[in-house]
């Protein structure tokens, strides 16, 4: 039987009985900065991994960048707290960029904010701000109360050219776009072009007292991602993992740290830099983390058998190079103090990815996931939206018509999947 997917309404709901509990919990770890002069320790809400700009997997702005004009981003939060604040990435611009002007807000509808809740956003008491080729900067706080598991939106306007963009190709929202300065513009309607991918925003925190440490990071590919969920609904399985863990009580940040194409072995110009090379700054750097949730893998042993144009050569990497890219990840998050989940590859029976060859090589790094005592906990995925009849393909209930991608059931099946007392 498929679960119906829980409404905002009710998660919010609730979130709003356990909010005060759970917002008060804390660790040591202080990620502490100043703020328009106030000293501020910062808790993860939202994230998302950047890559280099590429024409992606759909028509995206990255590659022509902005110039006089504002983007308006819509995020879904899963922490909460009284100041927000923002960090945007410049990692893959070839030239300073140059933010005049930036507004955080709760989110309406489409574009629209509520107009009582604007913020304007500084840096360094700045309304605009230069962030050097390579490097990312943090906003000033803003005070805002934002609850977790509601969406903020967040504007940047560019009078100036910034060149290719910093970016997420896949959203699975929309990002919207308007010539000239709309950056305080609380409506929808100057706002008539959209895409689904999110330019140089790459993470909203929040603040309330000391640092939480109990975030969760899942890192991983365009299953991680959510490709295939429904755009705007915020269905991936960490979405439906963050709704758990609140009607459990157990309310914390669950950062979706996928990329879609990501490899374990390989750097990818489209699909990102391998999971080792992007480990510290995609999870293990993030605010109070506490544990990481890895699902990465089938790009490295099926893009072998497609004719994938974007990713060549097409390396034939062996089961054994992945599981020694998972044993390095576990070894640096464990230096850390960091809990590591291992999670089992989805089947991919009947996709571009299936072959007798890239099969067993799922099998054989499944079984070394399930019994190899690496990871500190094992997360069953395969098992739990495999197909009863032929394992090797997902159930059609969960299936998003690729026969590699869950659809929104498939991914509320694997957040179901999670043991959330082993976070």
Known sequence: MVQKSL?????LAAVAAVAAATLSACGADHSGSISNGMEQSWSAAWSAAMQRPSAGF?????????????????????NGGGNARIRLSNRFGASPLEVTGATIALAANGAATRPDSLRPLTFD????????????????AAELRVAPLESVTVTLY????????????????DTYRSAGDHVTDTGATAFGEHTKSWYYLTDVEVSDGPVRRDTVVALGDSITDGFASTAGANRRYTDALADRLALAGKQRAVLNEGIGGNLVVNDSAW???????????????????????????VNDIGFSETDQPTYKPSADVSA?????????????????????????MLP???SDHYSTRSAAKRHAINDWIRNSGAFDGVTDFATAIADSVDTEKIAPIYDSGDHLHPND????????AVDIDRL
């Not at 020694?324 to 809990?339: D, W």
């Open 58 to 78: 759909g028509p995206n702005w990255s590659e022509e960048g902005f110039s006089g004009q504002t983007i308006r981003q819509v995020v879904r939060v899963t």
């Open 271 to 297: 699909y990102g830099d391998r999971a080792a090379a992007r480990f510290e700054r995609d999870a293990l750097d993030k605010p109070g983390v506490r544990s990481v949730i890895i699902l990465e893998g």
């Open 348 to 350: 991919f029976g009947d």
């Open 320 to 344: 054994d190079q992945v599981i020694a890219g998972y044993r390095a990840l576990i070894k640096n998050a464990h230096e850390r103090g960091i809990k590591v989940v291992g999670a089992t």
């Open 409 to 416: 059931a498939g991914y509320h099946a694997m957040a179901a």
């Open 7 to 11: 409404s905002a309404a009710g998660v």
């Open 125 to 140: 008491s700045s309304e605009h701000v230069v962030i050097p080729a390579g490097a990312e900067v943090a906003s000033d």
């Open 158 to 173: 560019f009078a100036g050219t910034t060149g290719p963009a910093t970016f997420h190709s896949q959203a699975w929202t």
